[in-house]
Antibody, heavy 119, light 113 residues
Framework: EVQLVESGGDLVQPGGSLRLSCTAP????????MYWVRQVPGKGLVWVSR????????DYADSVKGRFTISRDNAKKTVYLQMSSLTAEDTAVYYC????????????WGQGTLVTVSS | DIVMTQFPDSLAVSLGERATISCKSS????????????LAWYQQSPGQPPKLLIY???NRESGVPDRFSGSGSGTDFTLTISSLQAEDVAVYYC?????????FGQGTKLEIK
């Protein structure tokens, strides 16, 4: 069922940067919006960012606007999340998810990648 | 932002019994142009990513057992599990995708009584 594969999570110091990647080796990718959702362990789901099918439109949660950048490479079937000026509040498991093409529900999710911001 | 509130926060139900989870949005998620409610339900088992159960408030995702059903419109929604199975132990989330940003409920933890 896990059709998306994230990578890039790591331990990073406050103020540092990190780039997450999410590939879709087995599912259709290029025509779908892609999302990043994060979850502090033991807590709920929080929408972070999204990008449309050709990468021309992006949206961000207020909490990450100006610090995170989402992008995609349809030839590589990969979506990225470039994160900078990281703080402890960014510590979470980051999931990528695919828009099902029905308005915004997520039919495929990755297994998640853990980002820990700590000195 | 649209605020999603689930209740209860946790629920214990006996095997074979019905489980009902409610979700209320701070504003309507019904689109007047499509007449669809932009509301989904997900199941998150321990150590796993969320899994889509229901979309457009009442449409079951392919492969989801028919004991799972969704209902409601506008601002009030319900997820029902008609006969609880052991594998249904999980946290359940509602998700509105009508407004930008998308928002999720806080989750309801379902356990076996």
């Amino acid at each position: 069922e896990v059709q998306l594969v994230e990578s890039g999570g790591d331990l990073v110091q406050p103020g540092g940067s990190l780039r997450l990647s999410c590939t879709a080796p087995r599912v259709s990718f290029s025509v779908f919006w892609m999302y990043w959702v994060r979850q502090v362990p033991g807590k709920g789901l929080v929408w972070v960012s999204r990008v449309n099918s050709d990468g021309s439109r992006t949206d961000y949660a207020d909490s990450v606007k100006g610090r995170f950048t989402i992008s995609r490479d349809n030839a590589k079937k990969t979506v990225y999340l470039q994160m900078s000026s990281l703080t402890a509040e960014d510590t979470a498991v980051y999931y990528c998810a695919r828009d099902a093409g029905r308005g915004g529900d997520f039919d495929y999710w990755g297994q998640g990648t853990l980002v820990t911001v700590s000195s | 932002d649209i605020v999603m509130t689930q209740f209860p926060d946790s629920l214990a139900v006996s095997l074979g019994e019905r489980a009902t989870i409610s979700c209320k949005s701070s504003q309507s998620v019904l689109s007047s142009s499509t007449n669809k409610n932009y509301l989904a339900w997900y199941q998150q088992s321990p150590g796993q990513p969320p899994k889509l159960l229901i979309y457009w408030a009442s449409n079951r995702e392919s492969g989801v057992p028919d004991r799972f059903s969704g209902s409601g419109s506008g601002t009030d929604f319900t997820l029902t599990i008609s006969s609880l199975q052991a594998e249904d132990v999980a946290v359940y989330y509602c998700h509105q995708y009508y407004g930008n940003p998308h928002t999720f409920g806080q989750g309801t933890k379902l356990e076996i009584k």
